[in-house]
């Protein structure tokens, strides 16, 4: 049975000849069957593909020419005895002048020194914090969900909606969410919204100074990402303002963009950034 459904899968059928009429005055029509193309998107995960397509352009003068390469001297290595390859070896370095010697290790110090000056350079993770905020904005997923309830902006199809994406992801019953959602009040206002952010924002930060014992006037790059909150002036402008910040920093705001921006901030920090200024 297994095997017949399986198979039903890989057919399709196709009508055609569609309104052709009979003798007898009724429209007719013909069925072709015919097995499918695979699903190359199922079958295949496009995402190692189009690594493997970089890979592939990023090295493709290596992978085109070493192969050659190691050919070739295979070739020529392999057809020589051990005593016969040092005694080439020997007759052809005897043949150059000292100053053809200089030269060829003057371009093979220089060609090393150009590959290894163009590679990207390594950047380390020092150390980070994360803000833990107070016991008193601890709430449950069943808090959520009544609060949620009381606020009567719902339906009752929105909450068992709500309560679903609560349990697929993964949040506790030990979740921290800001008192502008728990409140019963409506607080949801810019004032509300800055201090939230401050206390986040500059929690975090304090924990870092002191873990790294690396001063504000110090960061030359401070790249800040809020997926909502998008404020005039901008978050990076209340750190700069708070710590006192010299006024030749990189500083960079993204807002709005989603929870997708924490791995653009982090490209824009390390790539874009660190490796454009190491020294």
């Not at 873990?211 to 901008?234: A, E, Q």
């Amino acid at each position: 049975m297994a095997r017949n459904q399986e198979e039903h899968h890989l057919l399709s059928t196709e009508i055609v000849n569609r309104g052709m009429e009979s003798s007898s005055g009724s429209m007719t029509f013909s069925v072709r069957v015919r097995r499918r193309l695979p699903d190359f998107v199922q079958s295949v995960n496009l995402k190692y593909v189009k690594l493997g397509y970089h890979y592939l352009i990023n090295h493709g003068i290596y992978l085109a020419t070493l192969p050659v390469l190691v050919l070739v001297f295979s070739a020529e290595v392999g057809s020589l005895s051990r005593e016969e390859l040092w005694r080439k070896l020997w007759d052809s370095t005897a043949r150059y002048d000292l100053a053809t010697v200089l030269a060829f290790f003057g371009v093979f110090v220089f060609t090393l020194s150009v590959y290894f000056m163009s590679r990207p350079r390594s950047i380390y993770l020092l150390n980070f914090a994360c803000y833990r905020p107070h016991d008193n904005l601890k709430v449950s997923k069943e808090e959520i969900i009544e609060q949620a309830r009381k606020s009567g902006k719902f339906d009752e199809a929105s909450l068992q909606f709500q309560k679903r994406i609560l349990e697929s992801s993964g949040i506790g019953d030990e979740t921290y969410l800001p008192k502008a959602i728990m409140s019963g009040e409506n607080c949801s206002t810019m004032k509300e919204g800055r201090a939230e952010a401050s206390m986040v924002m500059f929690g975090a930060l304090d924990e870092l100074f002191e873990k790294t014992r690396v001063r504000p006037k110090d960061v030359g790059v401070l790249v800040v990402n809020c997926s909502i909150f998008n404020p005039t002036p901008s978050l990076s402008a209340m750190i700069i303002n708070h710590y006192k910040m010299r006024g030749n920093i990189l500083s960079f705001n993204l807002g709005g963009m989603g929870c997708s921006a924490g791995i653009i901030a982090l490209d824009l920090a390390t790539r874009d950034m660190l490796q454009a200024n190491l020294t």
